[in-house]
């Protein structure tokens, strides 16, 4: 897959305006866009209608963590709603990743729709140490953790995971190397790493064996962001 093809760009905004504005400036550069939790709230299932209008793919990120029967009837409505890739948290458990998959397979058979990418969320990159130990009372280290939980959502039948680039190689060596690793905590050698305690550079994430990387603030932030978009981009496809 070409590098372009690998990077998901976030719209992280409450304006759906704004975020209209982004997909059409960076239409050259970027295939797939992100509308999480901010811009879905904000802007609702129009926005992600209006970006798949324009020939533009959508990764659903609501990371969703509920019953199983309220996760598998979520998942369905954005099935219908044409994304590309949706998320769930793996810590929701078996049945409820099991139980999504199920319900999105049958209603793609059922009414002819494309399947997205199902994806399940391991442990947040603005996770560390310290509170996975202290806060969440897990007696592990993170990189087992998300082991466990990427090999749980591939035993419940899901197409990959979110994790941080630390933990790439460990989830392709357990769950294959077709098994989907879309990683965040994005940032740029001189970026500042904000709350994102895993972070990686785009160069090292794809070294690592990611499949997706998902610039956000990294790029966002700096004065011209589709050129350094563009930057990035260079250095990519030269290493
Ligand atoms: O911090 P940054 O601006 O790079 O985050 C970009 C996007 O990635 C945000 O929308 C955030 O919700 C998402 N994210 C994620 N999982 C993480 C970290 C960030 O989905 N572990």
């Not at 533009?56 to 609501?62: C, E, H, P, R």
């Not at 509920?66 to 996760?71: A, E, G, H, Y």
Request: hydrophobic share 40%; charged share 25%; glycine share 6%.
């Amino acid at each position: 897959m070409p590098v372009r093809e690998r990077i998901i760009l976030s719209l992280d905004t409450s304006d759906p305006e704004y975020a209209l504005d982004l997909v059409d400036r960076f239409s050259d550069e970027i295939t797939i866009f992100k509308v999480g939790l901010e811009l879905f709230v904000s802007g609702g299932p129009e926005i992600v209608q209006k970006i798949i209008k324009k020939g533009k793919k959508v990764f659903l990120d609501l990371k969703f963590h509920d019953i199983p029967n309220t996760v598998s009837r979520a998942a369905q409505a954005a099935t219908r709603m044409g994304v590309f890739m949706l998320n769930m948290h793996t810590s929701g458990g078996f049945e409820m990743m099991k139980s999504c998959r199920d319900l999105v397979v049958e209603t793609c058979l059922k009414e002819n729709l494309s399947r997205p990418r199902l994806l399940g969320v391991t442990v947040l990159t603005s996770i560390g140490p310290e509170a996975i130990k202290n806060e969440l009372c897990i007696p592990h280290s993170i990189r087992t953790h998300v082991k466990h939980l990427a090999r749980l959502a591939y035993n419940a039948g899901l197409d990959g995971v979110v994790a941080s680039g630390h933990e790439i190689e460990t989830i392709k060596n357990t769950c294959g190397k077709d098994f989907i690793v879309v990683v965040p905590g994005i940032r740029l050698s001189w970026n500042p790493p904000d709350e994102q305690k895993r972070r990686i550079t785009p160069r090292e994430a794809l070294r690592s064996g990611a499949d997706y990387i998902i610039l956000g603030r990294a790029i966002m932030r700096e004065e011209d962001p589709l050129k350094a978009l563009r930057v990035v981009l260079l250095e990519l496809m030269s290493s």
